[in-house]
């Protein structure tokens, strides 16, 4: 086992409340927020025009902020998703003692979970799970006791934790393949523009800051107009100045993690190693923005 501080520290923080912050905050600032779903985007003569249900918006700039799989990616005929992945992820929350200072990473075969508190006080678990281990077994509960559980820390979570959802929430296909930053114009930010791999497990703040900055690329272009292409062009060189490599270290860390030889010995040589460890983290969490 591997214990060490996180260089940039941290804080748990549910998706729902996040979402719900920004949504207030959009409401102080006059902001007009359309709750829909969007069918279509398409881009002529310098203007979008975006479809939802029953009407269309026309805008000059669009950012893609829709995660990490959407119809929208098939409508736009984005690479990545014809090309089937082999990883499901699982989600629930638990009610259960543990440290609101941990964050917690075990691996299990075929995959690995993560634990950490968030704001309601509940435990966030999150696992990814290789789809070809998982058909082996009819449900989710099944699947834990018979694979996840083989993880003694796992084990002792599972059997003092209650769940707090009727059921965990899953999804499959989930892509670690490169997308485009910039597609049909559409600037994209968060998991739309590249997922990081959850091991990493920023993937919040990496969205904030490709968030940062789109708005800052936009709020140039507005105050100093040149042309769309360069807008495009300056924001897909900052973001990838601000993620590539962080992205790569990712994968790196997952593969060795898939084997159970590497993975055994790098844990022993990072035992004697903490500062190399604190390198390898820091690779994938970037540095502090403030």
């Avoid at 409401?27 to 359309?34: F, L, Q």
Wanted: overall charge positive; hydrophobic content about 40%; aromatic content about 10%.
């Amino acid at each position: 086992m591997l214990r060490i501080d996180l260089p940039l520290g941290g804080f748990g923080i549910s998706r729902y409340a996040l979402d719900y912050m920004m949504y207030n905050k959009l409401i102080e600032n006059g902001v007009t927020v359309e709750r829909a779903s969007v069918l279509d985007i398409t881009y002529c003569d310098e203007m979008f025009e975006v479809a939802i249900t029953d009407k269309s918006y026309r805008t000059p700039h669009v950012i893609g902020a829709y995660g990490k799989r959407s119809t929208l990616d098939i409508t736009l005929s984005r690479k990545f998703i014809s090309t089937r992945s082999p990883w499901l992820g699982v989600k629930a929350h638990y009610e259960a003692d543990f440290p609101e200072d941990q964050v917690a990473l075990h691996n299990f075969k075929g995959g690995y979970c993560g634990l950490s508190k968030v704001e309601t006080d509940a435990v966030n678990v999150c696992y990814l799970a290789d789809v070809a281990s998982f058909k082996k077994y009819k449900d989710l509960d099944t699947y834990r006791v018979e694979v996840l559980e083989k993880n003694k820390e796992l084990k002792s979570f599972f059997a003092k934790a209650k769940p707090l959802f009727n059921k965990p929430l899953t999804i499959s296909q989930i892509s670690f393949q490169n997308k485009q930053t910039v597609e049909n114009h559409i600037l994209m930010i968060g998991d739309s523009a590249g997922l990081i791999h959850p091991l990493c497990g920023n993937g919040m703040a990496m969205a904030i800051h490709s968030a940062k900055i789109a708005s800052e690329c936009l709020l140039e272009f507005l105050s100093y107009p040149k042309s769309r292409a360069h807008l495009e062009q300056n924001y897909t060189k900052l973001w990838k100045a601000a993620f590539t490599t962080r992205m790569r270290n990712g994968a790196i860390i997952q593969r060795g993690l898939q084997s159970d030889t590497i993975t055994k010995v790098g844990v022993r040589f990072l035992q004697q190693s903490p500062r190399l460890l604190t390198k390898i983290i820091t690779s994938t969490h970037g540095k502090n923005l403030l």
